[in-house]
């Protein structure tokens, strides 16, 4: 079966980093995304890779491992603001996507 | 940038009626648009795919009897929960690309600001 694994919850303190690992077995891999989702509301896109690497993008980075089927979401100088879920999810070979259940990320002054 | 408009954003219904909820891309077009369920504290679970002019695509599980989908034109998809009922209660999302089938990449997926649904 296809997989996504991400921790469920995790804290940390404003204006440090903060490091969400994502795993995943699909069949297939056309790309991975990483979405903001904030309490009752639609998720908004933060990054796609699809190469292996590192995207920067701001305070935000993404990375990707495609041998390992890993990719973590790098959040620097964390604002109260950031408090929120944030999902993985792989594109497979169907071009369908395929969603982790998210991380709570909860920032604390 | 792509915006996709999502109505209602809170509805509260009795058990038995219909809901309507629409999904609008606003200023593209969009070919393909995807329904979304999602219940508290869970991701996102897909319920079907809808593209312009042709029949939704069910997920296993999907009833597509009660959950019907008409995709009409390049920017409306609706969803009509028919005969609702308390289980049906949760948060539904529309997403809409203006690319069938293939992605391309960043911004691939739009997706409206969702609709709670609570049936009494």
């Known amino acids: 079966g296809q997989n996504i694994d991400q921790p469920t919850e995790m804290t940390a303190t404003e204006g440090a980093i903060v490091q969400i690992n994502c795993t995943y077995q699909?069949?297939?891999?056309?790309?991975l995304f990483w979405y903001q989702q904030h309490a009752g509301e639609a998720p908004t896109f933060l990054s796609y890779?699809?190469l292996d690497g590192l995207e920067e993008k701001g305070r935000f980075s993404s990375f990707l491992s495609r041998s390992k089927g890993y990719s973590y979401l790098l959040l620097k100088e964390l604002q109260m603001k950031d408090s929120a879920s944030y999902l993985c999810?792989?594109?497979?070979?169907?071009?369908?996507?395929?969603w982790g259940a998210g991380t709570k990320l909860i920032i604390k002054p | 940038g792509a915006v996709v408009s999502q109505h209602p954003s809170r509805v509260i219904c009795k058990s038995g009626t219909s809901v309507k909820i629409e999904c609008r891309s606003l200023?593209?077009?969009?070919?393909?648009m995807f329904w979304y369920r999602q219940f508290p504290k869970q991701s996102l679970m897909l319920m079907a795919t809808?593209?312009?002019?042709?029949?939704?695509?069910?997920e296993q599980g999907v009833e597509k009897d009660k959950f019907l989908i008409n995709h009409a034109s390049l920017t409306l998809s609706t969803l009509t929960v028919t005969s609702a009922h308390p289980e049906d209660s949760s948060f539904y999302i529309c997403?809409?690309?203006?690319?069938?089938?293939?992605?391309?990449?960043?911004?691939?997926?739009?997706f409206g600001a969702g609709s709670r649904l609570t049936v009494l």
């Open positions: 999810a792989v594109l497979d070979s169907n071009y369908q996507l395929i």
């Open positions: 997403s809409a690309s203006d690319t069938p089938g293939t992605f391309s990449g960043a911004n691939v997926l739009t």
């Open positions: 699909t069949s297939g891999f056309n790309g």
């Open positions: 200023d593209f077009q969009a070919t393909t």
């Open positions: 809808s593209n312009e002019g042709s029949k939704a695509t069910y």
């Open positions: 890779n699809v």
